[in-house]
């Protein structure tokens, strides 16, 4: 097992059974991060185009896309989507979603995203004139069913791998920054927003926002126990800046079982908060989770109850993109 972290200048490999730390960008600077459900292929985004590693991170070949700002790749399970390999899904700045079926040899540009009535009301804050696409989740039931966040503006989806779109509905998330899905419940979607966590359980037709115990509403990252779909765990800040630069942060975690109460992770993360809202992924076994913030890497074994650290990073970086666990114990 490898865990890849994607910070602001390089992709950092972590063995998490020494600690070791290691360069695996070979000159990237990433913009995101997604891992092969079925194996060791890891797609990285860039400010020009796409990269692909066919060995678990340690060598990059170009993979298409050049010239575009890369802003969000995600990867089909083999066999959902198409033959083969699997689909591959980016969404780029301005938005647009592109999609793959030959391993980035040649893309495809969905023709309609811009279309959605919502369109003209997309922005991002920091720079109004533009928008872009911040996260692809990829239906693991459904071949060529999309979640795709527009940063900001909308969460929308499509059935048929970009050809066609559905719109938001009037009440769901408007500045999503990631969404989770578990296998054994695909239609029970998590979201971590600006504003707030939303979830649904009809495949994005209807959302709630369920927030008691979060002291916070700024929610960066998400993550579901791997073995048990009623258990998820965010992280989240008091606002945008304390959230992702490091050293001027208030990052936090927090979980939560069925329809329970949110609860602030204790063991294992700084009191009062001091770090960025780390990023956060599902490992392979009942109660794995992954978490990386300016510290290094973390581990939990208990469902996000309790957290050890596995790596440390030196130096610190400033930005973390992307978090993606590669391979299998």
Not at 25 to 45: E, Q, V
Not at 228 to 233: I, L, R, S
Request: aromatic fraction near 6%.
């Amino acid at each position: 097992m490898r865990i890849l972290v994607a910070t602001r200048d390089d992709v950092l490999v972590v063995d998490p059974m020494t600690g070791a730390v290691g360069s695996a960008g070979a000159g990237i600077r990433p913009t995101c991060l997604t891992a092969d459900p079925s194996g060791g292929r890891i797609w990285c985004g860039a400010e020009d185009g796409l990269r692909r590693s066919d060995d678990g991170g340690r060598t990059w070949v170009p993979a298409g896309l050049e010239g575009e700002h890369v802003t969000a790749v995600a990867a089909a399970p083999v066999g959902v989507g198409s033959t083969g390999s699997g689909a591959v899904y980016a969404g780029t700045e301005p938005s647009a979603v592109w999609r793959s079926t030959d391993d980035g040899a040649g893309w495809e540009p969905s023709p309609e995203l811009l279309d959605l009535p919502s369109a003209p009301t997309w922005s991002f804050p920091p720079r109004p004139e533009t928008h872009h696409v911040r996260w692809i989740a990829c239906d693991p039931s459904r071949a060529g069913r999309l979640y795709v966040a527009i940063e900001a503006g909308a969460l929308v989806t499509t059935p048929d791998g970009g050809r066609t779109w559905t719109d938001r509905p009037e009440i769901a998330p408007y500045d999503t920054h990631e969404l989770a899905i578990h296998p054994e419940r695909p239609d029970l979607l998590r979201v971590s927003a600006g504003d707030g966590y939303w979830e649904s359980a009809d495949a994005g037709t209807s959302w709630t926002s369920p927030e008691d115990g979060l002291d916070v509403t700024y929610l960066r990252s998400v993550a579901i126990d791997p073995g048990n779909p009623e258990v998820v765990v965010v992280s989240a800040a008091s606002h945008p800046h304390a959230a992702y630069m490091a050293g001027r942060s208030d990052g936090r975690l927090y979980r939560r079982e069925g329809s329970g109460r949110w609860r602030r992770v204790a063991e294992g993360w700084p009191d009062p908060p001091a770090t960025i809202a780390p990023l956060l992924a599902a490992g392979h076994t009942t109660g794995e989770l992954w978490a990386a913030d300016e510290r290094g890497v973390h581990r939990s074994a208990d469902g996000g109850r309790s957290w050890v650290a596995v790596a440390a990073f030196d130096p610190t970086p400033p930005w973390l993109r992307g978090l993606v666990v590669v391979g299998k114990p």
